[in-house]
C-alpha cells in the first residue's frame, strides 16, 4: 500500500523565518496528496491538496507542489508567525477497490517563537 | 453551518465497559471514517464506510465496533476487548470528489479509570 514518509519534528523557528517541512511518499501511480494542521487539542484541518503531478496547493501562505520525479511534497511559507505553532501532517489517498483511505505520516511538530 | 460534530469532547471508561462515541456530519457526505491518536504519533484507521449500512474494518479494528443505519451517522464503540482504550479519538467524513479530501470532527479523549 502507499506509505509517506516525513521529516521527524520538533522543528523550532524564529518568526518571520523560512518553513520546509520535507514530505516523500511511495505508491502506485499518482495519487492524491495532502498536508493536515492540527493545533492542540483539536482535529485535523485540511491545509491544502495537490490532485495530479506538477500541481501547486496553496492556502493560507504556505505552499506544496506535487513532484512525481522525487515523489516529494515538501511544505513552504516564507515567513512564519507564532500562530502556525501546531503538527503538520503530510497524508496521500489510497484505494482500495471502490473505497478510498488517507494514509498518514507521522506528523511534524512546528514551534515558532517571538 | 455546515460540520462534523462528535461528543462527548471527554469521555471515561470503567474496565469492562462498553462506551460509544458520537459522529454526526451536515455535509451530505457519503463516506466516515473512524481514527485513533497516540499521543506523538499519527493517525491509525480503526473502521469506514463509503455508503449506508456499509462498513470495512481498518488497520486497527480489533476491540472496536460501529454501526452506519443513517448518512449522517457513524458512531464507534469500544468494547471491553480493547485493552489500552487510552487515546484520541477523530471522526473524518468525505464527500467522494476534491480527489479523496476528508474533513475531520473535533474529537474526542477517552480516559479509562
Known amino acids: 500500500g502507499n506509505s509517506v514518509t516525513q521529516m521527524e519534528g520538533p522543528v523550532t523557528l524564529s518568526e518571520e523565518a523560512f518553513l520546509t517541512i520535507n514530505c516523500t511518499y511511495t505508491?502506485?501511480?499518482?495519487?492524491?496528496l495532502f498536508w493536515y494542521v492540527q493545533y492542540p487539542g483539536e482535529g485535523l484541518q485540511l491545509l491544502l491538496k495537490?490532485?495530479?503531478?506538477?500541481d501547486k496547493g496553496s492556502n493560507k501562505g504556505f505552499e506544496a507542489t506535487y513532484r512525481k520525479e522525487t515523489t516529494s511534497f515538501h511544505l513552504e511559507k516564507g515567513s512564519v508567525q507564532v500562530s502556525d505553532s501546531a503538527v503538520y501532517f503530510c497524508?496521500?489517498?489510497?484505494?482500495?477497490?471502490?473505497?478510498?483511505?488517507?494514509?498518514f505520516g507521522t506528523g511534524t511538530r512546528l514551534q515558532v517563537t517571538l | 453551518d455546515g460540520g462534523i460534530t462528535q461528543s462527548p469532547k471527554y469521555l471515561f471508561r470503567k474496565e469492562g465497559q462498553n462506551v460509544t462515541l458520537s459522529c454526526e456530519q451536515n455535509?451530505?457526505?457519503?463516506?466516515m471514517y473512524w481514527y485513533r491518536q497516540d499521543p506523538g504519533q499519527g493517525l491509525r484507521l480503526i473502521y469506514y464506510?463509503?455508503?449506508?449500512?456499509?462498513?470495512q474494518k481498518g488497520d486497527i479494528a480489533e476491540g472496536y465496533s460501529v454501526s452506519r443505519e443513517k448518512k449522517e451517522s457513524f458512531p464507534l464503540t469500544v468494547t471491553s476487548a480493547q485493552k489500552n482504550p487510552t487515546a484520541f479519538y477523530l471522526c473524518?467524513?468525505?464527500?467522494?470528489?476534491?480527489?479523496?479530501?476528508?474533513?475531520f470532527g473535533p474529537g474526542t479523549r477517552l480516559l479509562v479509570l
Open positions: 455535509l451530505n457526505h457519503d463516506a
Open positions: 495537490a490532485t495530479k503531478a506538477d
Open positions: 505508491a502506485t501511480g499518482y495519487p492524491s
Open positions: 464506510s463509503q455508503i449506508v449500512n456499509d462498513f
Open positions: 497524508a496521500t489517498r489510497t484505494r482500495t477497490g471502490t473505497a478510498s483511505k488517507l494514509t
Open positions: 473524518a467524513s468525505s464527500p467522494g470528489h476534491e480527489g479523496g479530501a476528508q474533513y
